[in-house]
């Protein structure tokens, strides 16, 4: 069902010998260039042409009306508006905590610089459909947004057949909750291009978040530059790092969470422990086929990106968890929160027996939109700070400018742009050497 990867007594980068999920961008930037091009030059009217051809529903607008929005909150169940409600309270919570604050250093006597953090002004995020509903991730893309600042907010999920051509109304119901009425029915890589270029009703946006398939991926890594990206999000993946101190059944419960996902999640065990290898062995044997999505669990599972990976101890394992960089990653350790302030490479860490990465999904109050792939090396997920842009606020009166000119005027020689020195020159005159006077 699950492979094992047998890395004790390996020296060198473990990164080539990791399961790893295959994500073929580059053939997948073919396939959504030309419906990119169609909806910049088109607009609207491309896309209710794509959403027919890859959603099979016929639109005669591409903006859910408000009334629709509304609608779906009156008629949401008790417990998942209460459960919604709480995940936003405590999103809210930890994203508040996010908040930056301007700051201004003197750098001499007149002269300072102020760092300002000004919010993106318009962002488009993206919730996906498909073998899952997702409102989860209207509020891990709306709370960090709204705490930053940001004055316009729209969202686009996919329309579903069975719901008249609107998203899911748990979906909708969510923006109700968060206080958003500017709601699109486009999904995939055309809602990426709604966002870049604008369409009809949709204005432009600075900025589009929010996970995705294939296809949104290649549309963010294709468009970029035109719009802001926060991630490429390919498929989701777990990584557990436990000893034989953890339990079998809950490490099998979270590899198990994780491949509902989607065929190809990635569920990745790193232990030094072969016993306990066994027994999640034995656990995944008798839970996979009692899930409600075996097939799917099970072709996870057994897919490349999966696998028990053998190590010589926890000191090797932290270190091929940093080498996988995964999205999510789990500590059962006799010591976890010892070791996992030691995890360099993570999207998020889950500490200890009791915060699995479902809680995390919903209501731990973190953030569930995450980087995959083995890019948490170098990139964190969604945050306050991803909508926010740092800007420098340079003041400087005469005096300052007079007392640094001769260092800008030998920069700017050294560089071979005497205009830029000619410029402060200007303004604080040059004495009979060519330095400020």
């Known amino acids: 069902m699950i492979s094992r990867i047998d890395l004790r007594g390996a020296v060198g980068d473990p990164r080539d010998l990791?399961?790893?999920?295959?994500?073929?961008i580059e053939t997948a930037l073919d396939r959504v260039r030309p419906i990119c091009e169609d909806v910049r030059r088109r607009g609207t009217e491309a896309l209710i042409e794509l959403t027919e051809r890859f959603d099979g529903v016929a639109l005669t607008d591409i903006r859910v009306p408000r009334e629709a929005v509304d609608s779906a909150l009156a008629a949401l169940d008790p417990e998942v508006r209460a459960a919604l409600e709480e995940s936003i309270r405590r999103a809210r919570l930890v994203h508040a905590d996010q908040r930056r604050e301007d700051?201004?250093?003197?750098?001499?006597?007149?002269g300072t610089v102020t760092e300002r953090w000004v919010p993106v002004a318009r962002v488009g995020l993206y919730v996906p459909g498909g073998r899952?509903?997702?409102?989860s991730s209207v509020v891990m893309n709306v709370v960090p947004a709204q705490e930053a600042g940001v004055a316009s907010l729209a969202v686009a999920s996919p329309p579903q057949a069975e719901f008249g051509?609107?998203?899911?109304?748990?979906?909708?119901?969510?923006?109700?909750?968060?206080?958003?009425?500017?709601?699109?029915?486009?999904?995939?890589?055309?809602?990426?291009?709604m966002f870049a270029y604008g369409a009809g009703p949709c204005a432009r946006a600075d900025m589009v978040t929010g996970p995705g398939n294939i296809w949104v991926a290649a549309a963010k890594r294709l468009l970029k530059g035109v719009i802001g990206i926060d991630a490429e999000a390919g498929p989701t993946e777990i990584a557990i790092l436990a000893d034989d101190t953890a339990d079998p059944g809950y490490v099998a419960a979270d590899l198990i969470s994780q491949a509902e996902h989607d065929v190809v999640a990635a569920s990745v065990l790193v232990t030094p422990s072969t016993d306990l290898a066994g027994k999640v062995e034995a656990e995944l044997a008798a839970r996979v086929p009692a899930t409600r999505h075996r097939d799917r669990v099970a072709e996870a599972l057994a897919g490349r990106q999966s696998g028990i990976v053998l190590v010589d101890d926890i000191d090797h394992g932290l270190a091929v968890v940093d080498a996988y960089a995964a999205e999510h990653l789990e500590i059962m350790t006799a010591d976890p929160h010892a070791h996992a302030a030691r995890v360099r490479n993570a999207g998020a860490v889950f500490v200890g027996d009791?915060?699995?990465?479902s809680l995390g999904d919903y209501?731990?109050?973190?953030?569930?939109?995450?980087?995959?792939?083995?890019?948490?090396?170098?990139?964190?997920?969604l945050s306050v700070q991803t909508f926010l842009r740092g800007m420098h606020v340079v003041s400087?009166?005469?005096a300052a400018l007079a007392e640094v000119a001769p260092h800008v005027v030998a920069l700017s020689q050294a560089e071979d742009l005497p205009a830029h020195g000619e410029a402060v020159i200007a303004r604080v005159g040059a004495g009979p050497a060519g330095g400020a006077r």
């Open 18 to 24: 990791l399961p790893r999920a295959e994500l073929d």
């Open 103 to 110: 700051t201004t250093t003197t750098v001499v006597p007149g």
């Open 132 to 135: 899952a509903v997702y409102p």
């Open 165 to 193: 051509g609107l998203p899911h109304p748990t979906v909708l119901a969510a923006c109700a909750l968060l206080g958003v009425d500017e709601v699109y029915a486009v999904g995939g890589a055309q809602a990426v291009a």
């Open 354 to 357: 009791h915060s699995p990465v």
């Open 363 to 381: 209501c731990a109050g973190s953030n569930h939109v995450l980087p995959t792939g083995g890019s948490a090396a170098h990139t964190a997920g």
């Open 396 to 398: 400087y009166d005469r």
